[in-house]
């Protein structure tokens, strides 16, 4: 922790807030404060963006190779420094070691990947067809970017926004939520490191993310904010990027339905079920919400999950052996804990689980809940918690007509061994994603991200980047 950044990081240097005010991080396996970093006001955005608008040029026209260069620098960084990052991010966030170790791999991939993209950007041209024009077409960086991340995934929700900016010759300031503020000036020091120039690249941490967003996304001068966050606050931001027509990427919430089907492997189902409602202790996007199962084998399954959920050792994430760590803060634990009494209230039955702990942390135990009301909150709220909700449902019209009766779309899992069923469903769900037979479905190469409130854009994959470029197309008389 020592020698962790603590300041803001603006035009390549370390500073602290104008007004000298700092904001606390929090251990949630303790309650106990870790440390202080430094709390930005208006006024330090204001230079984060003079810093990224005074780097922009220079940075779109520095060669892909030396943006890529610098990617794949720091994607080496990161994998040295795995133990580190993972710790830091445990001690932050609260997650077990482990997955911090799998996030930090996760994260250091988009680096790897954007890397081998920023030297990919295509352009194309060609006679028009009344032959008297031709077309050039290139493609250009949209400018200074707002990058605003949440606090589940605090290293790789960064690298996924900063990766395909840096490749696109994209400058920026991040705001990473104030939860987990520390492994995202850990990246900065390393993307320092690995070469980064001075501003294109600056972050500022805050409890006054209002103050400090608005007047940059209503200024003019940021042309793109990329945000991955909650629907709510995704709207908020829509709005606020109106006035100056600012570029957005939206990242937004998920109700994702884990629909378990008769003909299902119930073994694979069970395994899916873990891994896409205990990743990151139920405190995902991609969370299995709802999960609906086949009438047939729904008793079987409750059983089964029931026992897995049963098993995992639940404590503080650095401690050896732990599954599950603390839930983020107070604020997010008693929102899994009334979900729950509601539930229970109308008449759900509790397999396994549901009580909240005594004694310090801000530990819920994991928690499988079977046949849930349809109208309980959970079903239209997102959990972001170890807690499974299962439904049961008779026919494939039924269970679909259902798993699409929510305004989000980001992902959703489908088990079945018949191969038309699988296909036939998950064509049907109105979703951005679909887990087919597993529990996970986010990769670097894959394109990420919602439809309806889900969210707007793709983070990733292949069109990853075009989310930080511009077509500009020149017309050239042919003589
Ligand atoms: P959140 O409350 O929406 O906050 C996300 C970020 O937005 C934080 O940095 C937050 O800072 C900031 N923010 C809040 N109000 C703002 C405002 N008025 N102006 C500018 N920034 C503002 O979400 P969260 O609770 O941190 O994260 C959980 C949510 O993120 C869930 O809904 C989850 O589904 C979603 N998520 C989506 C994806 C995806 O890829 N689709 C991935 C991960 C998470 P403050 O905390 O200081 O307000």
Known sequence: MTDTPTQLFIGGAWVDAEDGATLPVDDPATGEVLCHVADAGPKDARLAEEAAVAAQEAWARTAPRARSEILRRAYELILERTDDLAHLMTSEMGKPLAEARGEVAYAAEFFRWFSEEAVRIDGGGGILPDGRNRMLLSRRPVGPCLLITPW????????????????????MILKPAPQTPLS????????????????????????????????????????????????????????????????????????????????????TAVDGAM???????????????????????????????????????????????VDVGPLIDAAG??????????????????????????????????????????????????????????????????????????????????????????????????????????????????PFGGVKQSGLGREGGRVGIDEFLEYQYLAVPVR
């Open 184 to 267: 995202s000036l850990a990246l900065a020091a390393i993307l320092k490191e690995a070469g980064l120039p001075d501003g294109v690249l600056n972050v500022v941490t805050t409890s006054r993310a209002g103050e400090v967003c608005e007047p940059l996304l209503r200024g003019g001068r940021i042309r793109k904010l990329s945000f991955t966050g909650s629907t709510n606050v995704g709207r908020l931001l829509l709005a606020q990027c109106a006035d100056a027509v600012v570029r957005t990427s939206m990242e937004l919430g998920g109700n994702a339905p884990f629909i378990v089907f008769d003909d299902a492997d119930l073994d």
């Open 152 to 171: 589940n995934f605090p290293l790789a929700m960064g690298t996924r926004k900063i990766g395909p900016a840096i490749a696109a010759g994209c400058t």
């Open 333 to 446: 634990r008693a929102k899994v804990a009334e979900l729950v009494a509601d539930a229970v209230e109308r008449g759900a039955e509790v397999l396994v689980g549901g009580r909240t702990p005594e004694g310090p942390g801000c530990f819920y135990p994991p928690t499988v809940l079977a046949d849930v009301d349809p109208d309980s909150r959970l079903m239209d709220t997102e959990i972001f918690g170890p807690v499974a909700a299962i439904l049961t449902f008779d026919d494939e019209d039924e269970v679909v007509r259902r798993a699409n009766d929510t305004p989000w779309g980001l992902v959703g899992y489908v088990f079945t061994e018949g191969l038309d069923r699988a296909l036939r469903v998950s064509e049907r769900l109105e979703v951005g994603m679909v887990g087919l037979n597993t529990g996970l479905v986010s990769n670097p190469a894959a």
């Open 275 to 321: 891994l896409a409602k205990m990743r990151n202790m139920g405190e995902a996007c991609t969370a299995a919400n709802r999960f609906f199962v086949h009438r047939s084998v729904v008793e079987e399954f409750g059983r089964r999950l029931a026992e897995r959920m049963g098993a995992l050792v639940v404590g503080p994430g650095t401690r050896d052996g």
